[in-house]
Protein backbone atom coordinates (compact mmCIF):
# COMPACT_ATOMS: atom_id res chain seq x y z
CA UNK A 1 0.00 0.00 0.00
CA UNK A 2 1.19 3.41 -0.78
CA UNK A 3 1.55 6.17 1.57
CA UNK A 4 -1.03 8.36 1.71
CA UNK A 5 1.35 11.25 0.37
CA UNK A 6 2.16 9.09 -2.67
CA UNK A 7 -1.16 7.09 -3.14
CA UNK A 8 -2.92 8.26 -6.07
CA UNK A 9 -6.22 10.19 -6.46
CA UNK A 10 -8.39 8.83 -8.90
CA UNK A 11 -10.60 11.43 -11.25
CA UNK A 12 -13.21 9.65 -12.62
CA UNK A 13 -14.38 11.50 -15.57
CA UNK A 14 -17.92 11.84 -16.67
CA UNK A 15 -19.54 14.46 -18.67
CA UNK A 16 -17.01 16.75 -17.63
CA UNK A 17 -14.50 15.55 -20.46
CA UNK A 18 -12.04 18.75 -19.81
CA UNK A 19 -9.33 20.24 -17.72
CA UNK A 20 -10.41 24.12 -17.41
CA UNK A 21 -13.00 24.95 -15.00
CA UNK A 22 -13.01 21.12 -13.74
CA UNK A 23 -13.48 21.07 -9.69
CA UNK A 24 -12.42 17.60 -9.28
CA UNK A 25 -9.53 17.53 -11.17
CA UNK A 26 -8.66 20.80 -9.46
CA UNK A 27 -8.98 19.66 -6.20
CA UNK A 28 -6.52 16.05 -7.19
CA UNK A 29 -4.03 18.46 -8.65
CA UNK A 30 -4.19 20.81 -5.38
CA UNK A 31 -4.34 17.73 -3.23
CA UNK A 32 -0.40 17.42 -4.32
CA UNK A 33 -1.09 13.63 -5.02
CA UNK A 34 -0.12 11.56 -8.39
CA UNK A 35 -3.44 11.48 -10.04
CA UNK A 36 -5.04 9.23 -12.10
CA UNK A 37 -7.31 9.95 -14.64
CA UNK A 38 -10.16 7.39 -15.58
CA UNK A 39 -13.14 7.17 -17.95
CA UNK A 40 -15.67 4.22 -17.24
CA UNK A 41 -17.85 2.78 -20.25
CA UNK A 42 -20.55 1.77 -18.28
CA UNK A 43 -23.31 -0.37 -20.23
CA UNK A 44 -25.46 -0.49 -17.23
CA UNK A 45 -25.71 3.17 -16.61
CA UNK A 46 -27.78 5.47 -17.05
CA UNK A 47 -30.37 2.97 -16.53
CA UNK A 48 -32.41 2.40 -19.45
CA UNK A 49 -30.81 5.51 -21.37
CA UNK A 50 -27.57 4.26 -22.82
CA UNK A 51 -26.12 6.42 -24.80
CA UNK A 52 -27.55 7.15 -28.40
CA UNK A 53 -25.76 6.53 -31.89
CA UNK A 54 -24.76 10.22 -32.24
CA UNK A 55 -23.88 10.62 -28.75
CA UNK A 56 -21.44 7.42 -28.95
CA UNK A 57 -19.42 9.25 -32.02
CA UNK A 58 -19.10 12.06 -30.21
CA UNK A 59 -17.67 10.25 -27.33
CA UNK A 60 -15.10 8.65 -29.10
CA UNK A 61 -13.70 11.72 -30.66
CA UNK A 62 -14.10 13.94 -27.11
CA UNK A 63 -12.21 11.23 -25.18
CA UNK A 64 -9.63 11.23 -27.82
CA UNK A 65 -9.05 14.89 -27.39
CA UNK A 66 -9.28 14.57 -23.58
CA UNK A 67 -6.52 12.18 -23.85
CA UNK A 68 -4.12 14.74 -25.69
CA UNK A 69 -4.91 17.57 -23.13
CA UNK A 70 -3.84 15.26 -20.69
CA UNK A 71 -0.94 14.17 -22.65
CA UNK A 72 0.02 17.84 -22.56
CA UNK A 73 0.02 17.94 -19.08
CA UNK A 74 2.63 15.37 -18.52
CA UNK A 75 -0.33 12.51 -17.33
CA UNK A 76 -2.82 10.58 -19.86
CA UNK A 77 -6.11 8.88 -19.51
CA UNK A 78 -6.86 5.68 -18.61
CA UNK A 79 -10.10 3.47 -20.41
CA UNK A 80 -11.70 0.78 -18.46
CA UNK A 81 -15.15 -1.03 -19.68
CA UNK A 82 -17.66 -2.72 -17.34
CA UNK A 83 -19.49 -1.48 -13.96
CA UNK A 84 -18.05 1.63 -12.33
CA UNK A 85 -18.17 0.88 -8.86
CA UNK A 86 -16.27 -2.99 -9.73
CA UNK A 87 -14.15 -1.19 -11.92
CA UNK A 88 -12.97 1.85 -9.07
CA UNK A 89 -12.47 -1.13 -7.10
CA UNK A 90 -10.01 -2.92 -9.26
CA UNK A 91 -8.09 0.48 -9.81
CA UNK A 92 -7.78 1.16 -6.10
CA UNK A 93 -6.22 -2.32 -5.65
CA UNK A 94 -4.43 -2.02 -8.61
CA UNK A 95 -2.48 1.35 -7.74
CA UNK A 96 -3.01 2.35 -3.49
CA UNK A 97 -5.38 5.16 -4.55
CA UNK A 98 -6.36 6.60 -1.52
CA UNK A 99 -9.14 9.20 -2.74
CA UNK A 100 -11.48 9.01 -5.46
CA UNK A 101 -12.92 12.35 -6.59
CA UNK A 102 -15.95 13.22 -9.17
CA UNK A 103 -17.89 16.03 -10.56
CA UNK A 104 -21.33 15.35 -9.70
CA UNK A 105 -24.44 14.31 -12.27
CA UNK A 106 -28.47 14.69 -11.87
CA UNK A 107 -29.91 11.96 -13.80
CA UNK A 108 -31.83 9.44 -10.96
CA UNK A 109 -30.12 6.37 -11.78
CA UNK A 110 -26.63 7.75 -12.08
CA UNK A 111 -27.14 9.36 -8.73
CA UNK A 112 -27.87 6.13 -6.83
CA UNK A 113 -25.25 4.68 -8.02
CA UNK A 114 -22.66 7.60 -6.83
CA UNK A 115 -24.18 7.47 -3.96
CA UNK A 116 -23.74 3.96 -3.47
CA UNK A 117 -20.09 4.12 -4.42
CA UNK A 118 -19.53 6.96 -2.14
CA UNK A 119 -20.96 5.23 0.50
CA UNK A 120 -18.98 1.96 0.03
CA UNK A 121 -15.42 3.90 -0.62
CA UNK A 122 -15.78 5.95 2.46
CA UNK A 123 -16.40 2.76 4.37
CA UNK A 124 -13.18 1.55 3.19
CA UNK A 125 -11.26 4.53 4.51
CA UNK A 126 -10.91 6.49 1.19
CA UNK A 127 -11.15 9.96 0.86
CA UNK A 128 -14.16 10.37 -1.87
CA UNK A 129 -15.18 14.23 -2.77
CA UNK A 130 -18.05 15.18 -5.43
CA UNK A 131 -18.22 18.75 -7.03
CA UNK A 132 -20.43 20.87 -9.26
CA UNK A 133 -18.87 20.90 -12.47
CA UNK A 134 -21.97 20.94 -14.85
CA UNK A 135 -24.74 23.68 -13.58
CA UNK A 136 -24.61 27.07 -12.36
CA UNK A 137 -26.68 26.38 -9.52
CA UNK A 138 -27.19 22.81 -8.40
CA UNK A 139 -31.15 21.83 -8.07
CA UNK A 140 -31.51 21.57 -4.04
CA UNK A 141 -30.10 25.64 -3.79
CA UNK A 142 -33.35 27.00 -5.35
CA UNK A 143 -35.94 26.98 -4.25
CA UNK A 144 -39.75 29.31 -4.29
CA UNK A 145 -40.96 31.64 -1.45
CA UNK A 146 -42.83 28.39 -0.29
CA UNK A 147 -39.47 26.28 -0.07
CA UNK A 148 -40.63 24.10 -3.13
CA UNK A 149 -38.96 23.74 -6.62
CA UNK A 150 -39.96 25.89 -8.99
CA UNK A 151 -42.21 24.65 -12.02
CA UNK A 152 -41.73 28.29 -13.68
CA UNK A 153 -38.90 29.15 -15.56
CA UNK A 154 -39.42 32.96 -15.10
CA UNK A 155 -39.28 33.54 -12.02
CA UNK A 156 -36.71 30.49 -11.49
CA UNK A 157 -33.81 32.46 -13.66
CA UNK A 158 -34.76 35.63 -12.26
CA UNK A 159 -33.55 34.42 -9.04
CA UNK A 160 -31.05 32.26 -10.14
CA UNK A 161 -29.60 35.57 -12.10
CA UNK A 162 -30.53 38.01 -9.03
CA UNK A 163 -29.08 35.77 -6.19
CA UNK A 164 -26.39 33.34 -7.75
CA UNK A 165 -22.77 34.05 -8.55
CA UNK A 166 -21.36 31.63 -10.56
CA UNK A 167 -17.53 32.57 -9.67
CA UNK A 168 -14.64 32.76 -11.72
CA UNK A 169 -13.71 29.57 -13.80
CA UNK A 170 -11.01 27.22 -12.77
CA UNK A 171 -7.98 27.63 -15.36
CA UNK A 172 -6.74 24.31 -16.50
CA UNK A 173 -3.82 22.49 -14.67
CA UNK A 174 -0.52 22.89 -16.74
CA UNK A 175 0.96 19.98 -15.07
CA UNK A 176 -0.50 16.82 -13.36
CA UNK A 177 1.63 14.31 -11.46
CA UNK A 178 1.61 11.41 -13.29
CA UNK A 179 1.83 8.29 -11.52
CA UNK A 180 5.00 6.37 -11.42
CA UNK A 181 3.34 2.62 -12.37
CA UNK A 182 0.55 3.01 -14.64
CA UNK A 183 -2.49 0.61 -14.54
CA UNK A 184 -3.44 -0.86 -17.99
CA UNK A 185 -5.84 0.67 -20.17
CA UNK A 186 -8.21 -0.19 -22.86
CA UNK A 187 -7.75 0.76 -26.69
CA UNK A 188 -10.97 3.85 -27.12
CA UNK A 189 -10.80 2.35 -30.84
CA UNK A 190 -11.57 -1.48 -29.04
CA UNK A 191 -14.70 0.54 -27.60
CA UNK A 192 -16.50 0.70 -31.04
CA UNK A 193 -17.99 3.69 -30.41
CA UNK A 194 -17.85 4.79 -34.01
CA UNK A 195 -20.38 3.90 -36.41
CA UNK A 196 -19.44 1.32 -39.18
CA UNK A 197 -21.05 0.10 -42.55
CA UNK A 198 -22.99 2.30 -43.03
CA UNK A 199 -20.42 5.12 -41.87
CA UNK A 200 -23.84 7.29 -41.26
CA UNK A 201 -21.86 9.82 -39.34
CA UNK A 202 -19.50 10.53 -42.11
CA UNK A 203 -20.18 13.89 -42.71
CA UNK A 204 -19.98 15.04 -38.74
CA UNK A 205 -16.57 16.31 -39.13
CA UNK A 206 -17.47 18.49 -41.34
CA UNK A 207 -19.53 19.97 -39.19
CA UNK A 208 -18.11 19.45 -35.53
CA UNK A 209 -14.33 19.41 -33.46
CA UNK A 210 -15.17 17.47 -30.46
CA UNK A 211 -13.33 18.39 -27.43
CA UNK A 212 -12.73 21.64 -24.58
CA UNK A 213 -10.22 23.17 -27.78
CA UNK A 214 -13.28 22.92 -30.16
CA UNK A 215 -15.40 24.05 -27.59
CA UNK A 216 -13.66 26.82 -26.57
CA UNK A 217 -13.06 28.27 -30.26
CA UNK A 218 -16.92 27.24 -30.88
CA UNK A 219 -17.72 29.99 -28.11
CA UNK A 220 -15.11 32.46 -29.31
CA UNK A 221 -16.34 32.38 -33.08
CA UNK A 222 -20.00 33.04 -31.80
CA UNK A 223 -19.64 35.67 -29.67
CA UNK A 224 -17.08 37.72 -32.36
CA UNK A 225 -19.32 36.75 -35.47
CA UNK A 226 -22.66 35.43 -34.24
CA UNK A 227 -24.04 36.90 -31.41
CA UNK A 228 -25.28 40.03 -32.53
CA UNK A 229 -27.86 38.77 -34.29
CA UNK A 230 -28.72 36.33 -31.79
CA UNK A 231 -31.66 37.87 -30.08
CA UNK A 232 -33.83 38.69 -33.38
CA UNK A 233 -32.04 35.68 -35.34
CA UNK A 234 -32.10 32.58 -33.24
CA UNK A 235 -35.60 31.76 -34.07
CA UNK A 236 -33.74 31.45 -38.25
CA UNK A 237 -32.71 27.77 -39.20
CA UNK A 238 -31.10 29.42 -42.27
CA UNK A 239 -28.79 31.57 -40.84
CA UNK A 240 -25.49 29.93 -38.48
CA UNK A 241 -26.92 32.89 -35.71
CA UNK A 242 -27.13 30.48 -32.49
CA UNK A 243 -23.88 28.99 -30.53
CA UNK A 244 -23.89 25.38 -31.01
CA UNK A 245 -22.46 24.80 -28.13
CA UNK A 246 -25.06 22.39 -27.27
CA UNK A 247 -22.92 18.79 -27.61
CA UNK A 248 -20.11 20.38 -26.16
CA UNK A 249 -22.01 21.10 -22.88
CA UNK A 250 -23.78 17.63 -23.23
CA UNK A 251 -20.18 16.15 -22.85
CA UNK A 252 -19.11 18.80 -20.21
CA UNK A 253 -16.31 19.77 -22.68
CA UNK A 254 -17.21 23.41 -21.67
CA UNK A 255 -18.91 24.47 -18.52
CA UNK A 256 -21.96 27.00 -17.71
CA UNK A 257 -19.87 28.93 -15.69
CA UNK A 258 -16.97 29.68 -18.30
CA UNK A 259 -20.07 30.25 -20.61
CA UNK A 260 -21.00 33.04 -18.51
CA UNK A 261 -17.72 34.46 -17.82
CA UNK A 262 -16.55 34.55 -21.08
CA UNK A 263 -20.12 36.03 -22.52
CA UNK A 264 -20.09 38.87 -20.14
CA UNK A 265 -16.54 40.03 -21.19
CA UNK A 266 -18.10 40.34 -24.53
CA UNK A 267 -21.24 42.47 -23.51
CA UNK A 268 -20.30 45.57 -24.54
CA UNK A 269 -19.92 44.31 -28.40
CA UNK A 270 -22.74 41.55 -28.25
CA UNK A 271 -25.38 43.93 -27.16
CA UNK A 272 -26.67 43.75 -23.87
CA UNK A 273 -29.96 42.11 -25.31
CA UNK A 274 -28.47 39.51 -27.08
CA UNK A 275 -26.31 38.55 -23.81
CA UNK A 276 -29.17 38.21 -21.90
CA UNK A 277 -30.80 36.41 -24.17
CA UNK A 278 -28.24 34.01 -24.75
CA UNK A 279 -27.66 33.50 -21.08
CA UNK A 280 -31.38 33.14 -20.81
CA UNK A 281 -31.18 29.78 -22.82
CA UNK A 282 -28.36 29.07 -20.73
CA UNK A 283 -30.63 29.36 -17.74
CA UNK A 284 -33.24 26.77 -20.02
CA UNK A 285 -30.88 24.23 -19.30
CA UNK A 286 -30.22 24.72 -15.73
CA UNK A 287 -34.17 24.44 -15.39
CA UNK A 288 -34.30 21.59 -17.34
CA UNK A 289 -31.77 20.03 -14.76
CA UNK A 290 -33.69 21.30 -11.61
CA UNK A 291 -37.35 19.76 -13.18
CA UNK A 292 -34.97 16.62 -13.77
CA UNK A 293 -33.36 16.06 -10.28
CA UNK A 294 -36.89 16.77 -8.21
CA UNK A 295 -39.44 14.90 -10.83
CA UNK A 296 -36.65 11.83 -11.56
CA UNK A 297 -39.26 10.00 -13.60
CA UNK A 298 -39.64 13.27 -16.16
CA UNK A 299 -37.79 11.67 -19.42
CA UNK A 300 -40.42 8.50 -18.93
CA UNK A 301 -43.77 10.00 -17.64
CA UNK A 302 -46.02 12.77 -18.17
CA UNK A 303 -45.59 15.88 -16.14
CA UNK A 304 -49.29 16.62 -15.79
CA UNK A 305 -50.96 13.20 -15.48
CA UNK A 306 -53.89 14.14 -17.37
CA UNK A 307 -52.01 13.26 -20.60
CA UNK A 308 -51.73 9.63 -19.45
CA UNK A 309 -55.53 9.07 -20.81
CA UNK A 310 -54.31 11.15 -24.35
CA UNK A 311 -55.77 8.91 -27.17
CA UNK A 312 -52.65 8.51 -29.01
CA UNK A 313 -52.54 6.83 -32.35
CA UNK A 314 -48.91 5.91 -32.72
CA UNK A 315 -48.88 4.54 -36.08
CA UNK A 316 -45.60 3.09 -37.44
CA UNK A 317 -45.68 4.02 -41.10
CA UNK A 318 -45.93 7.50 -40.19
CA UNK A 319 -43.31 7.94 -37.66
CA UNK A 320 -40.99 6.25 -40.02
CA UNK A 321 -41.95 9.11 -42.40
CA UNK A 322 -41.17 11.72 -40.03
CA UNK A 323 -37.66 9.55 -38.83
CA UNK A 324 -36.89 10.14 -42.53
CA UNK A 325 -37.59 13.39 -43.54
CA UNK A 326 -40.35 11.66 -45.78
CA UNK A 327 -43.48 13.86 -44.46
CA UNK A 328 -44.39 15.77 -47.73
CA UNK A 329 -43.69 19.29 -45.12
CA UNK A 330 -40.73 20.59 -46.26
CA UNK A 331 -39.44 22.24 -43.17
CA UNK A 332 -40.15 19.10 -41.30
CA UNK A 333 -38.45 17.09 -43.32
CA UNK A 334 -35.54 19.82 -43.43
CA UNK A 335 -35.41 19.16 -40.25
CA UNK A 336 -35.14 15.67 -39.97
CA UNK A 337 -32.57 15.29 -42.56
CA UNK A 338 -30.25 17.91 -41.00
CA UNK A 339 -30.68 15.77 -37.79
CA UNK A 340 -29.70 12.68 -39.62
CA UNK A 341 -27.00 14.26 -41.47
CA UNK A 342 -25.48 15.92 -38.69
CA UNK A 343 -26.05 14.75 -35.27
CA UNK A 344 -27.86 18.31 -34.79
CA UNK A 345 -31.46 20.50 -35.33
CA UNK A 346 -31.76 24.00 -35.19
CA UNK A 347 -34.24 24.69 -31.99
CA UNK A 348 -36.82 26.37 -33.88
CA UNK A 349 -36.96 23.20 -36.40
CA UNK A 350 -37.36 20.97 -33.47
CA UNK A 351 -40.03 22.97 -32.13
CA UNK A 352 -41.89 22.45 -35.40
CA UNK A 353 -40.81 18.37 -36.23
CA UNK A 354 -41.85 17.59 -32.37
CA UNK A 355 -44.81 19.67 -32.68
CA UNK A 356 -45.54 17.70 -35.66
CA UNK A 357 -44.93 14.39 -34.68
CA UNK A 358 -46.91 14.93 -31.43
CA UNK A 359 -49.68 16.77 -32.30
CA UNK A 360 -50.31 15.91 -36.49
CA UNK A 361 -49.36 12.89 -36.36
CA UNK A 362 -50.86 11.60 -32.41
CA UNK A 363 -47.62 9.86 -32.09
CA UNK A 364 -46.63 9.67 -28.36
CA UNK A 365 -44.09 12.22 -27.42
CA UNK A 366 -41.91 9.85 -25.73
CA UNK A 367 -41.39 8.20 -29.73
CA UNK A 368 -40.04 11.24 -30.92
CA UNK A 369 -37.61 11.67 -27.75
CA UNK A 370 -36.02 8.16 -27.85
CA UNK A 371 -35.38 9.33 -31.73
CA UNK A 372 -33.76 12.47 -30.98
CA UNK A 373 -31.79 10.65 -27.73
CA UNK A 374 -30.55 8.04 -30.74
CA UNK A 375 -29.88 10.74 -33.30
CA UNK A 376 -28.71 14.10 -31.73
CA UNK A 377 -24.88 14.52 -30.93
CA UNK A 378 -26.01 17.07 -27.66
CA UNK A 379 -28.76 14.41 -26.53
CA UNK A 380 -28.96 15.40 -22.89
CA UNK A 381 -31.45 13.70 -20.72
CA UNK A 382 -32.79 16.67 -18.84
CA UNK A 383 -32.84 19.15 -22.11
CA UNK A 384 -34.41 16.25 -23.90
CA UNK A 385 -37.10 15.13 -22.08
CA UNK A 386 -38.11 19.18 -20.53
CA UNK A 387 -38.70 20.06 -24.38
CA UNK A 388 -40.09 17.00 -25.61
CA UNK A 389 -43.00 17.49 -22.76
CA UNK A 390 -42.64 21.23 -23.36
CA UNK A 391 -43.90 20.58 -26.58
CA UNK A 392 -46.55 17.93 -25.79
CA UNK A 393 -47.91 20.67 -23.93
CA UNK A 394 -48.01 17.63 -20.83
CA UNK A 395 -44.44 19.48 -19.11
CA UNK A 396 -43.89 22.20 -16.07
CA UNK A 397 -44.33 25.47 -17.53
CA UNK A 398 -45.32 24.15 -21.17
CA UNK A 399 -47.09 25.30 -24.02
CA UNK A 400 -50.58 24.44 -24.01
CA UNK A 401 -51.58 21.77 -26.15
CA UNK A 402 -53.89 23.71 -28.36
CA UNK A 403 -51.23 25.90 -29.82
CA UNK A 404 -50.44 23.88 -33.00
CA UNK A 405 -47.42 24.85 -35.41
CA UNK A 406 -48.25 25.35 -38.63
CA UNK A 407 -45.89 24.14 -40.39
CA UNK A 408 -46.31 26.17 -43.47
CA UNK A 409 -46.66 29.24 -42.16
CA UNK A 410 -43.45 28.60 -39.86
CA UNK A 411 -41.34 27.68 -42.67
CA UNK A 412 -42.09 30.70 -44.74
CA UNK A 413 -41.57 32.65 -41.42
CA UNK A 414 -38.34 31.56 -40.44
CA UNK A 415 -36.71 30.50 -44.08
CA UNK A 416 -38.32 33.69 -45.72
CA UNK A 417 -35.98 32.83 -48.49
CA UNK A 418 -35.89 29.30 -48.39
CA UNK A 419 -32.26 28.87 -48.17
CA UNK A 420 -32.56 26.31 -45.51
CA UNK A 421 -35.51 23.80 -46.81
CA UNK A 422 -33.59 24.10 -49.77
CA UNK A 423 -30.03 22.77 -48.55
CA UNK A 424 -31.75 19.58 -46.78
CA UNK A 425 -34.58 18.67 -49.14
CA UNK A 426 -32.41 19.64 -52.62
CA UNK A 427 -35.18 17.87 -54.65
CA UNK A 428 -37.59 20.56 -54.63
CA UNK A 429 -34.60 23.54 -54.75
CA UNK A 430 -36.22 24.45 -57.62
CA UNK A 431 -39.59 25.35 -56.61
CA UNK A 432 -40.20 28.91 -56.49
CA UNK A 433 -40.71 30.50 -53.08
CA UNK A 434 -44.36 30.77 -53.14
CA UNK A 435 -44.54 27.20 -53.15
CA UNK A 436 -41.70 25.83 -51.49
CA UNK A 437 -43.58 25.14 -48.22
CA UNK A 438 -46.40 23.61 -49.97
CA UNK A 439 -45.78 21.88 -53.28
CA UNK A 440 -49.06 20.34 -53.17
CA UNK A 441 -50.41 23.87 -54.22
CA UNK A 442 -47.85 24.28 -57.61
CA UNK A 443 -49.70 23.79 -60.79
CA UNK A 444 -48.57 20.56 -62.85
CA UNK A 445 -46.40 23.04 -65.07
CA UNK A 446 -44.48 24.90 -62.01
CA UNK A 447 -43.98 21.29 -60.95
CA UNK A 448 -42.60 19.89 -64.04
CA UNK A 449 -40.52 23.14 -64.42
CA UNK A 450 -39.12 22.45 -61.12
CA UNK A 451 -38.12 18.53 -62.14
CA UNK A 452 -40.57 17.19 -59.62
CA UNK A 453 -43.23 14.32 -59.69
CA UNK A 454 -45.32 14.81 -56.37
CA UNK A 455 -45.69 10.79 -54.66
CA UNK A 456 -42.46 9.91 -56.72
CA UNK A 457 -39.88 12.07 -56.19
CA UNK A 458 -41.02 13.86 -52.82
CA UNK A 459 -43.82 12.83 -51.13
CA UNK A 460 -47.88 14.17 -50.89
CA UNK A 461 -48.17 15.47 -47.40
CA UNK A 462 -48.79 12.05 -45.15
CA UNK A 463 -51.96 14.23 -43.43
CA UNK A 464 -53.87 17.66 -44.66
CA UNK A 465 -52.76 20.03 -42.02
CA UNK A 466 -56.24 21.58 -41.53
CA UNK A 467 -57.71 18.26 -40.78
CA UNK A 468 -54.88 17.11 -38.57
CA UNK A 469 -55.41 19.84 -36.24
CA UNK A 470 -58.52 19.34 -35.98
CA UNK A 471 -57.91 16.10 -34.76
CA UNK A 472 -55.78 17.21 -32.46
CA UNK A 473 -57.89 19.43 -30.62
CA UNK A 474 -61.07 17.10 -30.31
CA UNK A 475 -58.54 14.42 -29.01
CA UNK A 476 -57.45 17.42 -26.34
CA UNK A 477 -61.10 18.27 -25.73
CA UNK A 478 -61.65 14.74 -24.81
CA UNK A 479 -58.97 14.76 -21.96
CA UNK A 480 -60.98 17.92 -20.64
CA UNK A 481 -64.39 16.19 -21.08
CA UNK A 482 -63.04 13.17 -19.30
CA UNK A 483 -61.74 15.12 -16.35
P1 LIG B 1 -28.12 28.27 -28.32
O1 LIG B 1 -29.34 28.96 -28.75
O2 LIG B 1 -26.83 28.84 -28.71
O3 LIG B 1 -28.22 28.13 -26.74
C1 LIG B 1 -27.07 27.96 -25.90
C2 LIG B 1 -27.25 26.75 -25.02
O4 LIG B 1 -28.39 26.90 -24.17
C3 LIG B 1 -27.50 25.46 -25.77
O5 LIG B 1 -26.30 24.88 -26.22
C4 LIG B 1 -28.22 24.62 -24.74
O6 LIG B 1 -27.32 24.00 -23.84
C5 LIG B 1 -29.03 25.64 -23.98
N1 LIG B 1 -30.39 25.70 -24.54
C6 LIG B 1 -30.82 26.41 -25.60
N2 LIG B 1 -32.15 26.23 -25.77
C7 LIG B 1 -32.55 25.39 -24.81
C8 LIG B 1 -33.81 24.82 -24.46
N3 LIG B 1 -34.93 25.11 -25.12
N4 LIG B 1 -33.86 23.98 -23.41
C9 LIG B 1 -32.76 23.69 -22.70
N5 LIG B 1 -31.53 24.19 -22.98
C10 LIG B 1 -31.44 25.04 -24.02
N6 LIG B 1 -30.96 20.56 -26.15
C11 LIG B 1 -29.96 19.74 -25.77
O7 LIG B 1 -28.89 20.23 -25.38
N7 LIG B 1 -30.09 18.38 -25.82
C12 LIG B 1 -31.24 17.78 -26.24
O8 LIG B 1 -31.32 16.55 -26.23
C13 LIG B 1 -32.30 18.63 -26.68
N8 LIG B 1 -33.45 18.09 -27.17
C14 LIG B 1 -34.46 18.94 -27.59
C15 LIG B 1 -35.67 18.37 -28.07
C16 LIG B 1 -36.70 19.21 -28.51
C17 LIG B 1 -38.00 18.60 -29.01
C18 LIG B 1 -36.53 20.60 -28.47
C19 LIG B 1 -37.64 21.51 -28.94
C20 LIG B 1 -35.37 21.16 -27.99
C21 LIG B 1 -34.33 20.34 -27.53
N9 LIG B 1 -33.13 20.89 -27.02
C22 LIG B 1 -32.13 20.04 -26.60
C23 LIG B 1 -33.01 22.34 -26.75
C24 LIG B 1 -32.41 23.19 -27.89
O9 LIG B 1 -33.06 22.90 -29.10
C25 LIG B 1 -30.91 22.98 -28.07
O10 LIG B 1 -30.25 23.09 -26.84
C26 LIG B 1 -30.34 24.04 -29.02
O11 LIG B 1 -30.99 23.97 -30.27
C27 LIG B 1 -28.86 23.80 -29.20
O12 LIG B 1 -28.34 24.70 -30.13
P2 LIG B 1 -27.34 25.84 -29.70
O13 LIG B 1 -26.25 25.26 -28.86
O14 LIG B 1 -26.95 26.55 -30.95
O15 LIG B 1 -28.27 26.75 -28.80
Known amino acids: MSSPRTAPVIVWFRQDLRLADNPALHAAVESGRPVLPVFILDAETPGDWKLGGAARWWLHHSLSALNTRLDQTGNHLVLRAGNSHNVLKELIK ?22 DIKSHL ?47 PLKAPSQIQSLDKWPTSEELDDWNLLP ?27 LEDDAAHYAGGRDRPDKPWTSRLSPHLAFGEISPRQIVAVAESHRETVGDKNTE ?17 HFPNFPEQNYQDKFDRFPWLNNSDTLLAWQRGQTGYPIVDAGMRQLWQTGWMHNRVRMITASFLIKHLMTDWREGERWFWDT ?79 GQTYPEPIVDHSAARERALDAFKSLKEAA
Do not use: M
Not at 95 to 112: H, I, K, L, P
Not at 139 to 151: E, I, L, M, Y
Not at 278 to 293: A, C, D, Q, T, V
Not at 439 to 450: R, S, Y
Open 122 to 168: KEQGLDVQSFNATLLVEPWTVKNKSGDPFRVFTPFWRSVRSEVDPGT
Open 196 to 222: RNPDWAKDFPDVWTPGEDGARQRLTDF
Open 277 to 293: KFLSEIGWREFSYNLLY
Open 376 to 454: LVDADLANNSASWQWVAGSGADAAPYFRIFNPITQGEKFDPNGEYIRKWVPEIAQLPNKFLNKPWEAGPIVLKDAGIEL
Open 94 to 115: ETGAAAVYWNRRYESSARQRDS
